[in-house]
């Protein structure tokens, strides 16, 4: 499955670099790229290991808040 999240607070290369180092250490996820430009992240996921909700978290978890 495939899901796009919103993110804001990312200002640099460094902050997209940890977004995805972030979604790709867990499980569950195929492939994640992070986008400075367009403040999101386009991500890959089996759905039957991992949730959107989980994803999201991580992001969280990594310091970025979620454009609602």
């Known amino acids: 499955m ?10 640099c290369g460094h902050c997209t ?4 180092k ?4 867990m499980g569950g ?3 994640a790229e992070v986008s400075l430009e367009n403040n999101r992240a386009e991500i890959e996921f089996d759905e039957s290991a991992v ?5 999201k978290d991580t992001i969280e ?3 970025y808040s979620l454009e609602l």
């Not at 670099?17 to 995805?20: D, E, H, N, P, Q």
């Not at 972030?22 to 250490?25: M, Q, R, W």
Request: proline share 0%.
């Open 51 to 55: 949730s959107v909700q989980q994803l």
């Open 22 to 25: 972030a979604l790709e250490e």
């Open 17 to 20: 670099a940890r977004v995805k």
């Open 2 to 11: 495939k899901t796009t999240i919103n993110i804001t607070g990312m200002s």
């Open 29 to 31: 996820v195929l492939w």
């Open 61 to 63: 978890d990594a310091g």
